[in-house]
Nanobody, 122 residues
Framework: VQLQASGGGLVQAGGSLRLSCAAS????????IEWYRQAPGKQRELVAS???????SYSDSVKGRFTISRDNAKNTAFLQMNSLEPEDTAVYLC?????????????????WGQGTQVTVSS
């Protein structure tokens, strides 16, 4: 299972970006999807998560500014980031727990995307 994160870039403080995390693989179903971020010299931080049923949770640092969503039919998750601050600058990574049924052979696992850089200028 491959996860592809995209949508990062350079934005001014107060601006917005929308990140995408797309999973590819036949017979695939994603369960919990999470967005993390890692800034230089800092620990990886869980930013937001969403269950297969659509329940969401957020870190206090982004609550009210970021929104996580998903399109189950396309095995894709999104992170809408508004009111961005320089402190949001980091590499953003997605991870997903998945279930795969290929011709009756069941697999489960968890994978990570490669990360996408978000830079917020002041």
């Amino acid at each position: 299972v491959q996860l592809q994160a995209s949508g990062g870039g350079l934005v001014q403080a107060g601006g917005s970006l929308r990140l995408s995390c797309a999973a590819s693989g036949s017979g695939l179903r994603l369960n919990v999807i999470e967005w993390y971020r890692q800034a230089p010299g800092k620990q990886r931080e869980l930013v937001a998560s969403i269950t297969s049923g659509g329940s969401t949770s957020y870190s206090d640092s982004v609550k009210g500014r970021f929104t996580i969503s998903r399109d189950n039919a396309k095995n894709t998750a999104f992170l809408q980031m508004n009111s961005l601050e320089p402190e949001d600058t980091a590499v953003y990574l997605c991870s997903a727990d998945w279930y795969q049924d290929v011709a009756g052979t069941i697999s489960v696992g968890r994978d990570w995307g490669q990360g996408t850089q978000v830079t917020v200028s002041s």
